[in-house]
């Protein structure tokens, strides 16, 4: 590995091989890492809120499920990915805090993961692997020259998907 690249909290990047892309602290939060395999090219979404329609103030493409995406999408293709070849792996979206009612504002994580699955699936983008939803945070770190998305979170095993 040359470089890891950092992704920060609402925030994109596309990363290629040999070098790799990380996020750290998701939450309800959902870490969205698309990925064409044959170009080894690699791209990371730290999304916040499922929809950026239902928000006024919405310019921050990265902060939401829908708009990241896409934005994801393009960054990649622009440095060489193959859009047919994307497939993509998921992490987050946990239920940070216990409530007695389950309204819709506290099921943020749920709800992410529930938007980012619509959307690649409208996209027809393949999700190869996820770690999403319980109760804990998780810092994620993609490797394309492998493929392996690795998961730390406190208190739990290390995982790879």
Do not use: W
């Amino acid at each position: 590995m040359n470089e890891m690249i950092k992704v920060g909290m609402a925030d994109l990047n596309v990363c290629v091989s040999p070098n790799a892309i990380t996020t750290l602290g998701l939450g309800s939060c959902v870490g969205i890492v698309l990925y064409d395999p044959g170009k080894k090219i690699a791209g990371l979404a730290h999304i916040m809120l499922p929809d950026s329609t239902k928000i006024m103030n919405n310019g921050n493409k990265a902060k939401f499920a829908d708009t990241g995406i896409e934005e994801l999408i393009k960054r990649m293709v622009e440095i060489g990915a193959d859009r047919r070849a994307l497939v993509s792996k998921i992490a987050g979206g946990a239920q940070m805090f216990a409530f007695s009612n389950n309204s819709d504002i506290m099921r943020i994580g749920e709800r992410n993961v529930e938007a980012t699955k619509k959307i690649l699936n409208e996209l027809r983008i393949p999700i190869l692997a996820e770690d999403t939803g319980s109760n804990y945070g998780r810092t994620i770190e993609f490797y394309p020259e492998t493929g392996q998305l690795l998961i730390r979170s406190v208190g739990n095993e290390r995982k790879i998907l």
